[in-house]
């Protein structure tokens, strides 16, 4: 499989003038966020939720990550939720929350290596293969550095998931599997087909570092799928303040600010991508013009020190630059994308277990225009906490969902089991959602 770059020179010009744009963003400090705002946002509740996941050796390793929803046009009652596990694998779900199939995570190449670990999933749809046009999940791969792609056959026996990953695909951004067992490799996940050209692609952003790769889809022979790279670009990892200091946001030496949560708006061919601990990047999905910083978080110019021993890093004095509705981490963009051509994109801002939705029109610049919280509905069905990946549909799911769903992932499924890790996701009526948001 060939791979192209573009030089790396023209990745550093990048982002050097999106590090100048930076400090144009907010010349005044933002105003603190008010009292009590988190617990003034409407909640919405959920209407079941999957079986727990347990990241631990008697769970299998797995642990809930990343939703993706997948309409049956034929028949919308049997439409699935296909998601991540990480080192599980990924998971299918009918429209109950029931498991329908599991798919495990490749295995380690060999002693001493990473086994496979599934962090993001999203979907390509009406692919032409070599077979035949087809739906795929297509899911980044942490712990092999790849992409992987499974065809979606409701009526297959034995799942409705097929692994049709071509062999020969290469690493995303490594040269070597020494290189892959150091773990930064490929980690959030957005696909996308141009309207214009008809090819699709994957937008792919790397672990513990501020780089996005645009990947072409590639058909093999067989029904396989691979890729190829078409270009890299490098988000800063340092910010000029509106004092004229420099900052960058404090974390284990050696790592960068990661971007994960990503969501293409076909639309407008428009990239939103979340910098866990700086903010909600805009750009165009090709990587090519100038990145802008829409949103950010409230940690944003706050100092830290990084605590070898405890692990944490302990924050300075907020000089108050910035933003008022997402607290780090931001992850879990989606799509609410209506008939009429109007929508939102959706944030999870994991660090106060809120949602925040912003308009999709450019002409708006992206305003802010509300936000919800996924609370407990029961004392057996509790809500989000911590949540790292949500996806929105916005199309009528049979009987269930006929507004549309909207699944969030959970941090913290309770009740949990003793001392085991515990996740899930949760499964919410969009229309509730749309009534919070306009609240």
Not at 13 to 30: E, G
Not at 133 to 145: F, N
Not at 399 to 406: I, K, N, T, V
Request: hydrophobic residues 35%; glycine residues 12%.
């Amino acid at each position: 499989m060939v791979t192209s770059r573009i030089a790396r020179p023209t990745t550093l010009a990048l982002a050097t003038a999106v590090a100048a744009l930076t400090a144009t963003v907010l010349p005044f400090p933002a105003p603190a966020a008010p009292n009590g705002s988190r617990a003034a946002l409407p909640a919405v509740t959920g209407h079941s939720e999957t079986p727990a996941l347990h990241d631990d050796e008697a769970g299998g390793d797995a642990d809930a990550d990343d939703p993706a929803i997948w309409r049956n046009a034929a028949d919308p009652d049997r439409s699935l939720v296909i998601a991540t596990a990480k080192q599980g694998g990924l998971r299918v779900y009918d429209l109950d929350a029931r498991e329908v199939q599991s798919v495990p995570a490749p295995a380690a190449p060999g002693p001493g290596h990473a086994p496979g670990r599934f962090n993001n999933v999203d979907l390509l749809h009406g692919l032409r293969l070599s077979s035949g046009r087809a739906d795929l999940a297509v899911t980044s791969d942490r712990g092999g550095d790849r992409l992987r792609f499974h065809r979606i056959d409701a009526d297959r026996a034995g799942g409705p998931l097929t692994d049709v990953t071509d062999p020969s695909a290469p690493p995303v951004f490594s040269s070597s599997q020494a290189e892959i067992d150091e773990q930064r490799t490929a980690y959030g996940l957005a696909t996308w087909t141009d309207q214009a050209t008809g090819r699709s692609y994957a937008l792919v952003s790397r672990r513990e570092r501020t780089s996005v790769a645009l990947l072409e889809i590639v058909p093999g022979a067989g029904g396989k799928v691979g890729y190829r790279k078409v270009r890299t670009l490098d988000l800063p990892a340092d910010f000029r303040l509106p004092n004229g200091t420099s900052w960058s946001p404090c974390g284990e030496p050696g790592e960068l600010p990661q971007v994960e949560g990503m969501v293409v708006d076909p639309a407008n061919g428009m990239l939103y991508a979340g910098q866990e601990d700086v903010g909600i990047w805009r750009m165009r999905a090709d990587l090519t013009g100038t990145p802008k910083l829409v949103d950010k978080v409230r940690e944003y110019g706050v100092p830290g020190t990084y605590d070898e021993e405890t692990e944490e890093c302990v924050p300075g004095a907020d000089p108050g630059y910035g933003g008022t509705r997402l607290s780090a981490d931001v992850e879990g963009l989606t799509l609410l994308t209506e008939a009429d051509g109007d929508g939102h994109v959706l944030a999870s801002s994991q660090g106060d277990d809120t949602f925040a939705a912003y308009d999709r029109e450019l002409s708006d610049d992206n305003e802010y225009e509300g936000g919800f919280r996924v609370t407990a509905a029961s004392a057996a069905l509790d809500g989000s906490e911590e949540c790292d990946g949500a996806a929105a549909l916005a199309a009528p799911l049979g009987r269930a969902y006929p507004d549309g769903l909207l699944v969030v992932q959970d941090g913290h499924d309770a009740p949990g089991d003793g001392e085991r890790p515990s996740t899930n996701f949760k499964f919410v009526d969009l229309g509730e959602v749309r009534e919070a948001i306009d609240d």
